[in-house]
């Protein structure tokens, strides 16, 4: 199915599928292979943390840094294999040796056991030219809190050179669809709920259903996620807490009740909402229930997206003939085009400071991501096709996380806004499972 039909047929689908909700236990890790990299890259060596006093956890924690940081697009991570030396101290560490290499940065540190089943870490991150060292700690974790550690480590490390916040330790949900070899015959499929870390890995899922489930989005809090889910017969729009399970349906009208889109107080749905014959952007006050229209026209508006101040809506309409991208005031008035490169752009997702909007942008028949600059209009492409969906910022808007179609099934991807770093996800809880509709 083309992205165009796929865009059209969904919204059909959604006035007429009819499941019962189920929580699971955790799923195993989702693996991300690096297979490409940013020529500008910051080169920067992660050495292995040395194990002291038989400390010898299953976690790597520098495996796991150096995963995040090649992913970000922003540094070149040396080889493990090329390390010159694996100084566990600042005091060992033989600078000239590793200018040699053309490293600009080096991570390292050790790890050793504590009481009560906890580890000791402690880390340090060091300027090669400058011969010193720019941040440094010492932690404790258990075995299970070692993976989370890492990735807090490389929130610091990418903070202290670029200036800007880590995305790592943040948490990304989407829907798993699995379906099995017995299963394919029957057509029969079990949907899933899932969060798991920004890296794919300790994915849990949080509702199953044997009818379909949509479009996650977090709550600007990060406890609750809002979903489309078709198990009483229509789709309908709930809100879920994330740890306690608990769910509320805040939207099952008569028609489409579709992307929901939370407003950057918490405070707001947007949705797309067929109720009243077109479907159409409208409000749901998540605490009192009250629904007002922003959009009011014969086209389909959906897709909301919510720029970072709240002060725009933008959502995806083919008021012009084609999906094209269109923002308007929470009010409902100002409605303007966004995009006009292209006969297809739709599913805006707004970087965290507004300045820029990815989206899924058709070019000589495939599907891409690209990211628009919103004071210049300028469009690039980052993804490489040739049916990307489901565009995704990173909460630091350096990453975009998306979902990826094609003969080798769907999986999940991220791609570096800032270089040419593409990260595929690949399923590996069982045959036939497809990953989509990702929300970071």
């Not at 890790?29 to 910051?42: F, K, M, Y």
């Not at 798993?176 to 015959?185: I, L, T």
């Not at 300790?202 to 977090?218: G, K, V």
């Amino acid at each position: 199915m083309t992205r165009a039909n796929r865009f059209w047929s969904t919204l059909a689908a959604l006035a007429a599928l009819p499941g019962l909700a189920v929580p699971a236990a955790a799923d195993e890790d989702v693996v991300i292979d690096i297979i490409g990299g940013n020529e500008g890259a910051t080169p920067i060596a992660v050495v292995p943390f040395q194990a002291r006093d038989g400390a010898a956890p299953e976690t790597g924690i520098a495996e796991i840094i150096s995963a995040d940081l090649a992913r970000s697009g922003r540094f070149e991570v040396l080889p493990e294999q090329d390390l010159v030396a694996r100084p566990s101290r600042s005091e060992d560490v033989a600078f000239a040796t590793w200018r040699a290499l053309g490293v600009d940065h080096l991570v390292l540190g050790e790890i050793s056991p504590a009481e009560a089943e906890r580890y000791t870490v402690r880390y340090e991150l060091l300027d090669a030219y400058q011969e010193a060292r720019m941040d440094g700690r010492r932690y404790q974790a258990t075995t299970q809190d070692l993976r989370t550690l890492a990735h807090t480590l490389s929130d610091r490390v990418y903070k202290q050179i670029t200036g800007r916040p880590g995305p790592f330790t943040r948490q990304i949900a989407y829907i798993a669809v699995d379906q099995g070899e017995q299963d394919a015959e029957s057509g029969s499929r079990q949907y899933r709920l899932v969060v798991a870390d920004a890296d794919g890995h300790r994915p849990q899922t949080i509702l199953t259903s044997e009818e379909p489930l949509l479009s996650p989005a977090w709550s600007p809090d990060r406890k609750r996620l809002a979903y489309v889910s078709f198990e009483g017969g229509h789709s309908e729009v709930y809100v879920q807490h994330v740890r306690t399970g608990e769910r509320e349906r805040v939207a099952s009208f008569r028609g489409i009740n579709s992307a929901p889109a939370w407003s950057p107080d918490g405070e707001q749905l947007a949705v797309t909402l067929s109720r009243d014959g077109a479907a159409n952007i409208h409000l749901i006050d998540v605490a009192s229930g009250e629904v007002r229209p922003i959009t009011e026209h014969w086209a389909i508006d959906t897709e909301a997206a919510w720029g970072p101040d709240g002060a725009w809506l933008y959502f995806t309409s083919d008021r012009g003939g084609g999906p094209q991208i269109y923002r308007t005031r929470p009010e409902g008035d100002g409605t303007e085009r966004v995009t006009y490169e292209g006969g297809y752009n739709a599913r805006p997702s707004l970087g965290p400071n507004g300045e820029r909007m990815a989206m899924v942008h058709r070019q000589d028949g495939a599907y891409y991501i690209a990211v628009q600059d919103l004071e210049t209009e300028a469009i690039r492409i980052i993804s490489d096709g040739p049916a990307d969906e489901s565009p995704s910022f990173a909460p630091n808007g350096e990453m975009v996380l998306y979902a990826v179609g094609g003969e080798a099934g769907e999986r999940l991807a991220v791609a570096s806004v800032i270089g040419n770093a593409i990260s595929p996800l690949r399923a590996t809880e069982q045959q036939g499972t497809q990953i989509r509709e990702p929300d970071w």
